[in-house]
Nanobody, 123 residues
Framework: QVQLAESGGGLVEAGNSLELSCEAS????????MAWFRQSPGKEREFVAS????????WLGDSAKGRFAISKDSAKNTMYLQMNNLKPDDTAVYYC????????????????WGRGTRVTVAT
């Protein structure tokens, strides 16, 4: 059974940083791309970033460019999202997702999802 467990969320002041982690179990790290999405109350789920199996390719969504970085440690079967210069608009529940193909921003391409970790950015 595939399980994805996010951690690292919390309350931070604007301008500060957080690093989210997503540990996968029941699924080899070579299975396919992984991604981060986020969802704020009343809004649709938004693509944040995706990373390839090798970690050599990644795709950042518009909201993440210039401030966030995605990475993975295949030995630990863990993906990370380093978030810098956080803004109140980054407040959301951040979800980890895993698929069987390449990097994509399409949620339907990821059959496995974590339960999310909440990030709140205060002004």
């Amino acid at each position: 059974q595939v399980q994805l467990a996010e951690s690292g969320g919390g309350l931070v002041e604007a301008g500060n940083s957080l690093e989210l982690s997503c540990e996968a179990s029941g699924r080899p790290s070579s299975s396919g791309a992984m991604a981060w999405f986020r969802q704020s109350p009343g809004k649709e789920r938004e693509f944040v970033a995706s990373i390839s199996v090798s970690g050599g390719n990644n795709w950042l969504g518009d909201s993440a460019k210039g401030r966030f970085a995605i990475s993975k440690d295949s030995a630990k079967n863990t993906m990370y999202l380093q978030m810098n210069n956080l803004k109140p608009d980054d407040t959301a529940v951040y979800y980890c997702a895993a698929g069987a193909g390449g990097i994509t921003a399409t949620p339907a391409a990821y059959p496995y999802w974590g339960r999310g970790t909440r990030v709140t950015v205060a002004t």
